[in-house]
């Protein structure tokens, strides 16, 4: 079963503007990651942020954890064409047995 | 460093067939996950090995099974397949059994089942 929702599920932006996605979850957690997936293929890990994290930074990427909320984001600042994907959360809950618990994913299209 | 590689990349099947896939973990990774992407389900959980046991197991029948190699590499099968079967297989490796570890994706073997 998956753990949550993410927000929205499709997102259309021009190259150049920032992409920000949410994810809500249910449980207690480890940890959360977000990957990306160019066309069924892969998953590419993108970044891991741990519960007692607030946020996190990687190149243009920026991650949030509100661990009170259940929810995280992430921001993807001055999108490219290339960023064209579909973006999942995956929470590692506490009692799940490393277990990641995706979310339904957000598809993201960046126009040139 | 070589990522994780699974193969085949594509597998075509017919309805009680078995299939089999394999994977092999990052070198030094002991740890492989196993996931199904079905249209319309999502990513979710198969198995998890490591060190050469079965861990974790995620909410499939029976017929979905595997073993992990002494050299960490792993297979899934699939026995009496199902036109539901058809899906996205994932593995994912770790470098070891503590939870919390980032798991790195294959590229994955797309089953297509007739």
């Known amino acids: ?112 | 460093e070589a990522g994780v590689t699974q193969s085949p990349t594509h597998l075509i099947k017919t309805r009680g067939q078995q299939a089999t896939l394999r994977c092999s973990p990052i070198s030094g990774h002991t740890s492989v996950y196993w996931y199904q992407q079905a249209l319309g389900l999502g990513l979710q959980f198969l198995l998890w090995y490591d060190e050469g046991e079965e861990r974790n197991r995620g909410n499939f029948p029976p017929r979905f099974s595997g073993r992990q190699f002494p050299n960490y590499s792993s297979e899934l099968n699939v026995n009496a397949l199902e036109l539901e079967d058809s899906a996205l297989y994932l593995c994912a490796s770790s470098p070891g059994s503590t939870g919390g570890e980032t798991q790195y994706f294959g590229p994955g073997t797309r089953l297509l089942v007739l």
């Open chain 1, 1 to 112: 079963s998956q753990q949550g929702e993410e927000d929205p599920q499709a997102l259309s932006i021009q190259e150049g503007e920032n992409a920000t996605m949410n994810c809500s979850y249910k449980t207690s957690i480890n940890n959360l990651q977000w990957y990306r997936q160019n066309s069924g293929r892969g998953l590419v890990h993108l970044i891991l942020i741990r519960s007692n994290e607030r946020e996190k930074h990687s190149g243009r990427l920026r991650v949030t954890l509100d661990t009170s909320k259940k929810s995280s984001s992430l921001l993807i600042t001055a999108s490219r064409a290339a960023d064209t994907a579909s973006y999942f959360c995956a929470t590692d809950d506490d009692n799940a047995g490393n277990m990641l618990t995706f979310g339904g994913g957000t598809r993201l299209m960046v126009k040139p």
